[in-house]
């Protein structure tokens, strides 16, 4: 079964991954990500989006991007958003860079009392 792209313009077109890819690797521009991994990362959105429904959005493309850029790099996950979420100015910026640092920021754990956080150095004994 063929997906189709319902993009903005309400147009149709058959979903293409190497439209994927070539955004991906836009955003990825001189990080540390090779080509592997962004085929591997257009396989997964064009296998998510096959297992739905017939006809996908732009904004439902978009956000299976970004969903794995998250994980893959920071820096081209906020390059991509950029583009894709049509940042204007810094605040756009500042904005999406909290939420992603909120979105990753690992939890602190609280241990008993006298018990460092887990993670933490124990003082070394003198």
Do not use: W
């Amino acid at each position: 079964m063929v997906t189709f792209v319902v993009k903005r313009s309400a147009e149709r077109e058959p979903f293409r991954r190497e439209k994927v890819i070539a955004g991906v690797r836009a955003a990825c521009k001189n990080r540390p990500v090779d080509d592997d991994e962004i085929e591997a990362l257009a396989v997964a959105v064009e296998n998510e989006l096959a297992h739905g429904a017939r006809d996908v959005t732009t904004v439902q493309i978009g956000v299976a991007v970004l969903d794995r850029l998250r994980e893959l790099d920071e820096v081209s996950y906020i390059r991509f958003a950029s583009v894709y979420k049509g940042f204007e100015n810094l605040g756009d910026f500042e904005r999406e860079a909290g939420l992603l640092t909120k979105a990753t920021a690992p939890k602190q754990h609280r241990m008993g009392k006298g018990e460092p956080a887990l993670g933490a150095r124990r003082p070394s004994p003198s």
